[in-house]
């Protein structure tokens, strides 16, 4: 049982360039979510979904994309990477949004030059 | 808008005594807190959680205080070890309805070190 799972653990990218973050769990978990967090700001909510096909923005949506074509995936795509998208990204789950307790990644270290 | 914030950003003990983080909210609308701990490196760990309708729960080592009346939550940490060191975040969320409902607020976090 992995838990929720990250990928890259770094990345660096030029201004402008688009990627996707992954993030897989397999608790069968229903509400997934995707967080950003820099110094001195907390954790802060991107993104996030209740189910397969259901996605909803966060408090800091702007200039990410997301989907949930299943229930183990939840991918962050970076459109077009600005320096102000330089964070560490979590991605987290929960069995459901009343449970509330997420079990969290290990994270992305993200750079944008 | 609202948040949750904590007191102190650092707490330095040595090992063996007891830790207190503290923590307060302003959304007096929170139903339910959580503590979270994150080492250098990795993502935020579950600890404890409580819900407004107790003050008081207790797991390994570990206790959560809550007063509803001074919107205050405190972590207690007993016997505090090396591996304890870390920073510890609070978080909260609101009742059921409304457009926040599940989702947690997190407060910037303090710095637990502890000492051999």
């Known amino acids: 049982n992995a838990g929720v799972t990250q990928t890259p653990k770094f990345q660096v990218l030029k201004t402008g360039q688009s990627m996707t973050l992954q993030c897989a769990q397999d608790m069968n978990h229903e509400y997934m979510s995707w967080y950003r967090q820099d110094p001195g700001m907390g954790l802060r909510l991107i993104h996030y979904s209740v189910g397969a096909g259901i996605t909803d923005q966060g408090e800091v949506p702007n200039g990410y994309n997301v989907s949930r074509s299943t229930t183990e995936d939840f991918p962050l795509r970076l459109l077009s990477a600005a320096p102000s998208q330089t964070s560490v990204y979590f991605c987290?789950?929960?069995?459901?949004?009343?449970?509330?307790?997420?079990?969290f990644g290990s994270g992305t270290q993200l750079s944008v030059l | 808008g609202e948040s949750v914030g904590l007191h102190l950003p650092t707490l330095s003990v040595q090992e063996g005594d007891n830790s207190i983080i503290n923590c307060a909210y302003s959304?007096?609308?929170?139903?339910?807190f959580i503590w979270y701990k994150q080492e250098s490196g990795k993502g935020p760990q579950f600890i404890i959680d409580i819900r407004s309708n107790m003050d008081k729960r207790q797991g390994q080592r570990v206790t959560v205080l809550l007063n509803k009346t001074v919107k205050h939550l405190s972590l207690q940490i007993a016997a505090t070890q090396p591996g304890d060191s870390a920073v510890y975040f609070c978080a909260d969320s609101p009742r059921a309805g409304g457009t926040s409902y599940g989702k947690l607020t997190f407060g910037q976090g303090t710095i637990l070190t502890v000492h051999p």
């Open positions: 959304n007096s609308a929170s139903d339910y």
């Open positions: 987290a789950s929960s069995y459901n949004i009343v449970q509330e307790k997420l079990f």
